[in-house]
């Protein structure tokens, strides 16, 4: 190895060593001196330099940690004057994203399911996503960098699809949505990869980072590498790869079960259940966020010492929920008329306190496929078989829970449970969709048609009440999570959700002759609901597309050809209007953009015979 490479002095051992030769004990955290809390990070930040605090964090370092160290305290360290910082920041450091590579050599096979989009703008724009792949796709490259010289990159083996944007790295929850992308593209190999820098992940730390940078170290995100796993193994049948999988998800799972879980008392009946929380031990700004959680702690408040150490534990264990930030987390449903900045919002966040329904429904979704994967190799050790029965009580006892403590009967719904009031919030997101979408939906409501035809009312409102995708709430906090915006994972899981209900009982039908019908209780029927969406957000990412400059060669042109742009998929839209990008929220709304990409394929496989709208007029589907 030509050039060494850094993340800290802790982590110098585990860089040379094979990620699965570490001992299953060993604890991460954020340590470096440049890029985690101390007082380089602090001035650097708080200087104001850049207007996206996770500029710097991901900036290498030019020369070797200890120089520059020392010459940090040669500009006279945490009292250095403006000037001086930006002075030592060119001397020292290499732009942003420095060490991310894109891999240049990537295959994009023909898809011969485009072919079979039937009209000519979908199909041409598919061809497009198809390709763009190429552009997200990158390793960590190291050679540039110095003997000594740092990053904040955790380093890893293969190579990984990006967001896009300002996300120079992989996360976690969005790589679920990519794989699927990436399975639909053909490209088998580089979604194998990235569920293996997972696995490193996991035999490393313990646990998936929220993303592959030290700073998060503390925190995951939503874990969904069960699915990862399940989507690649039901389209290869790697039986080999599966093996290998299980004793890493359970380690995974043991996390969560670790130090996520909490004992909930349901207030009824005093019957006590365990269920599981986002969490996060943090007493600091986030380093990729620190003006802005600084400023939301300390900026014209009189926190006490323990009060701003809870609140930033708070925000932290936002960003770990994927849904950073949303009025889910908040006391405060609606910004207060002096509302100045969208961070005043935060001080009223309370996420550790919140049992979100989403993170207990994927949690089940794990137990209940470690129970069948499992069983599936029960022949290969006595052991297994245990396991396999632990598991499926485990999925049991989760799903007795979520039911005494989640599901609502007057809304016919499953709701987040705050430990604060100790009662479920009733409010309407689509994060009521996920048990629906794993199956973690207790079997007596699968048998009871009335019920079944009320799960989707709310949904079938909230698509009513605007002409886009599903809105991720009706609060307007100025939070990017929460009206007017609309994200493509959660249109994938609820498209996904009326789907599963509709096979469902359409299977019940065929077989029992029955006259169960999918609909909500107002007559729509889901295949209704799920193609109108389906067909919003593809409205939605393909006008956002065109208006940005996207084309066609041959089939459409610019539509104002003086722009250099070539079109941008974004990464949230906003749900009033088609073709239009989210916005609010702590930074810009990205382009690129990984997840949004692989739910159009995604879209767009399942429904041909879509017809792309003419993005100059308004765009209406009503069902």
Known sequence: MKTLFFISSVLLTALFSSAHAVPNNRSYSCDSPIFCEGPILKAVQMAGLFSDSKTFVDMPTKKPEVEVLKAFEKINGANASRADIKQFLEDNFMPAGTEVTPLHNINIPKLDWIDDISNPDYRGW????????????????????????????????????????????????????????????????????????????????????????????????????????????????????????????????????????IEVTNPRNDNVYTLNHYAVNNKYPRPESYVQDFNTVNTGTDFSDEEKEQLYADIAAGAETGWDFSSRWTRQKQPSPDQVENYEMLRTINTANIIPIDLNSLLWYYERQLSTWYSMFHRKSKEFKKKSIYYRQQAKKRLDAMEEL????????????????????????????????????????????????????????????????????????????????????????????????????????????????????????????????????????????????????????????????????????????????????????QIGFGWTNAVALWVLNLWPNFTAPDCTQTIVYDF
């Not at 959700?497 to 077989?511: G, T």
């Open 406 to 589: 989640m599901w609502n009967d007057d809304f016919n719904s499953f709701y987040d449970f705050n430990l604060t009031s100790n009662e479920q919030n009733v409010e309407y997101t689509p994060a009521t969709l996920y048990p629906i979408w794993v199956g973690a939906f207790p079997e007596k409501f699968m048998k009871d048609k009335t019920t079944l035809s009320k799960v989707f009312d709310q949904t079938e409102e909230a698509l009513q009440k605007y002409p886009g995708i599903l809105t991720t709430s009706y609060y307007n906090t100025t939070l990017q999570w929460d009206w007017p915006n609309g994200w493509p994972p959660l249109t994938y899981i609820a498209i996904q959700s009326l789907r599963q209900v509709e096979l469902l009982l359409n299977s019940e039908r065929n077989s029992n002759d029955s006259n169960i019908v999918a609909s909500t209780s107002q007559g729509t029927s889901f295949n209704v609901l799920s193609t109108v969406l389906a067909e919003r957000y593809a409205a939605s990412a393909f006008c956002g597309w065109i208006n940005t400059g996207g084309s066609i060669p041959g089939v459409l042109e610019k539509l104002n050809s003086s722009t250099e742009d070539a079109g941008h998929m974004f990464e949230k839209f906003d749900v009033n209007t088609i073709g239009l990008s989210g916005s609010q929220g702590e930074y810009v709304s």
């Open 126 to 261: 598919a061809e497009h996503l198809n390709e763009a792949w190429g552009n997200l796709t990158v390793t960590f490259d190291y050679s540039n960098l110095c003997h000594g010289c740092v990053t904040s990159a955790l380093p890893v083996n293969r190579p990984f699809v990006v967001p896009g944007g300002r996300f120079r790295e992989f996360y976690y929850w969005d790589s679920f949505f990519v794989i699927k992308g990436l399975i639909l593209s053909k490209q088998f190999k580089l979604a194998e990869d990235m569920i293996e820098n997972f696995f490193d992940f996991i035999e490393e730390y313990g646990f998936v980072p929220n993303g592959a940078r030290i700073y998060y170290l503390n925190r995951s995100q939503p874990p969904f590498l069960a699915h990862m796993i399940d989507v690649y193994y039901e389209e290869t049948g790697d039986k080999d790869f599966l093996l290998k999988a299980l004793p890493i998800l359970e380690k995974e799972y043991h996390h969560w079960m670790r130090d996520r879980s």
